[in-house]
């Protein structure tokens, strides 16, 4: 998290050009949107008692669990050629190299649209932390299921979307950190889980390996975006950046733990 806060800060003062990097997590973490509250949602006695991190991200959106997934992060600058004002449609502009990587990958993916009241309702309502509960406007569906969950934020004149990327599901793990107000409750999320999200390798014939599905989306964004990769290695000044931001940051409860 500190290393995109640090990349959208480089961009917005062009010391560096607009950037897609892929990545995972060790040891696996909980990363929770920045305007969820920890004490009513997270059990932060599961996250400890199963060794996992745990991040308040600077974007919205509910909790993830960064484990048999790949996470990417776009930073590019609102004023970029092309890129729709509203955070919606550039979601969507953004989110086309998802969609064309998912079919790199032999998947028929689409973009979510809410079609009813009741879907649209929930955006501005969500049911619970969990984000992969049901799919927000055009975020992946594959099978009517949601397979990729993002969030957005714009900080200095620069656009930061990342997102998670789903190659399995421990959804019991989900659930177990996560608090529910009642057990009935816990275990209607457990039975609409699978009916709202999916991963890649319940639905692909041939299992994913992380590499597999980065070739896969560094394609689909080049072919989308009509860019061409160009590798990006941080100097030594620009790691001790991050590693102080992270922790001044992310790394401190302060952050984390905010109300």
């Known amino acids: 998290m500190a290393l995109d ?8 003062e062009g010391l560096i050009p607009p950037v897609i990097r892929f990545y995972s997590w060790e040891p696996a973490a909980l990363s929770i949107g920045y305007f969820q509250k920890v004490e009513k949602e997270i059990d932060m006695e599961a996250v400890n008692r199963l060794g996992l991190g745990f991040v308040r991200r600077p974007t919205g959106g509910r909790g993830v669990l960064h484990e048999h997934e790949l996470t990417y992060s776009i930073i ?15 979601y969507r502009v953004l989110s086309e190299g998802l969609l064309e990587g998912f079919k790199n990958l032999g998947l028929d993916a689409y973009f979510s649209v809410p079609d009813t009241d009741a879907k649209r309702a929930d955006l501005k309502k969500p049911k619970s932390a969990v984000c992969f509960d049901a799919p927000s406007w055009y975020e992946m569906v594959v099978e009517g299921k949601k397979v990729a969950g993002s969030a957005q934020t714009r900080q200095k004149g620069v656009i930061l979307q990342h997102g998670a990327i789903l190659i399995d599901l421990d959804a019991e793990k989900l659930l177990s950190v996560f608090k529910f107000p009642s057990e009935e409750a816990k275990e209607r999320m457990r039975i609409k889980i699978p009916e709202k999200a999916v991963s890649i390798n319940s639905i692909r014939k041939e299992p994913a390996t992380v ?3 980065i070739h896969a989306f560094k394609a689909g964004f080049e072919q989308a975006l009509a860019i061409e990769f160009e590798p990006y290695t941080l100097s030594e000044q620009q790691f001790a950046d991050v590693k102080a931001l992270e922790e001044k940051k992310y790394a401190n409860a302060d952050w984390n733990f905010r109300v």
């Open 5 to 12: 806060e640090a990349l959208l800060t480089w961009h917005s």
């Open 76 to 90: 590019v600058s609102e004023d970029y050629p092309d890129m729709p004002e509203t955070v919606t449609e550039a």
């Open 211 to 213: 590499e597999e599905c």
